[in-house]
C-alpha cells in the first residue's frame, strides 16, 4: 500500500519547484492534493499532469480568507484534510541590518511567518482530532545565518517556534508537526539568491555555494519531496516537534 493512500494534502506554493515536486511525490504515494499559490499558470501546467488526484486554487497565503478557502476546498472537494506542506515563501533582498528596507522586511515576514501561521491555524481546525501531520518549510538559514538575510533569516527562525508551539498542541490530537530545512536547491528561486549574494554569474554562483556544501551540490527538488513524504507519512510517526536538515551537509 502506498505511504499516503486516502489521504489528502494541500500545499501552499504549490506552483513551484519544491511545491511541484511534493505534489507528485504525494500523489504517486496515493494521496489527493490541493496546490495552493498565486501562480495560476504553474499550477494549471501541474494540475494538467496529475489529473483527478489534485485540484488548484489561488491562495495569498498572507490573507487569511484565502488560507481558510483553500482549506475549505480540500474539505469540500476531497472530504478532508490530513496533511499540510506549508511551503510558500520569498526572500525579500540583500542588505545590511542597519540599511534592510523596513517594507521588504515586512513583506517577507507576512509570507513566510504569517502565511505559514495561517496554514497551521485552519489545517488543525480542519484535522479536528486528527490524525494528521503538518510540514513547515524553513531552511538552512533557519538553524545557522549570514550576513545580508536578515529578513529571511528571521522569518525562516521564526517558523522553528510556530512548529513547536503547534507540535506541543498538536501532540494531544495526534497532530505532527515539524519544520525542514533545505539547503540550496537547483531551482531558480535559489539561483536568483546567490546571483545577488556573489554579484556573480549563475553558473559561477553556483560553484561558489557548491564549495560550501559537504555533499558538493545543491538538492534536486525532488530530494526534498522525499523528505516531506517521510514527514507527512506513518513512517514518522514517532516524529513531532522535529527541525530536519535536507541540506547537504551545510549546517554541520
Known sequence: MAR??????????????IGGATARAF????????LADLDEEGMAALAADLGDAAV???CDVTDEDAVANAVRTAVDRFGGLHVAFANAGVFGTHHSVAEYPVDVFDD???????GSFLVCKHAMAAMGDGPGA?????????LTAAPGILAYATAKHALVGLMRTAAHEG??????????HPGPVDNVFQHTIEVGATGASED??????????????????DEIARAVVFLASDDSS?????????DGGLSI
Open 171 to 180: 501532540a494531544k490530537k495526534a497532530i505532527r508537526v515539524n519544520t525542514i
Open 204 to 221: 559561477e554562483a553556483t560553484r561558489i555555494f557548491d564549495g560550501m556544501i559537504p555533499l558538493d551540490r545543491h538538492a534536486r527538488p
Open 238 to 246: 514517532f516524529i513531532t516537534g522535529a527541525t530536519i536538515a535536507a
Open 56 to 58: 488548484t486554487v489561488r
Open 4 to 17: 499516503l493512500d486516502g489521504r489528502v494534502a494541500l500545499i501552499t506554493g504549490g506552483g513551484g519547484s
Open 108 to 114: 517577507v515576514m507576512a509570507v513566510n511567518v504569517r
Open 27 to 34: 500523489v504517486e504515494e496515493g494521496a489527493k492534493v490541493v
Open 134 to 142: 503538518i510540514v513547515i518549510n524553513s531552511s538552512v538559514v533557519g
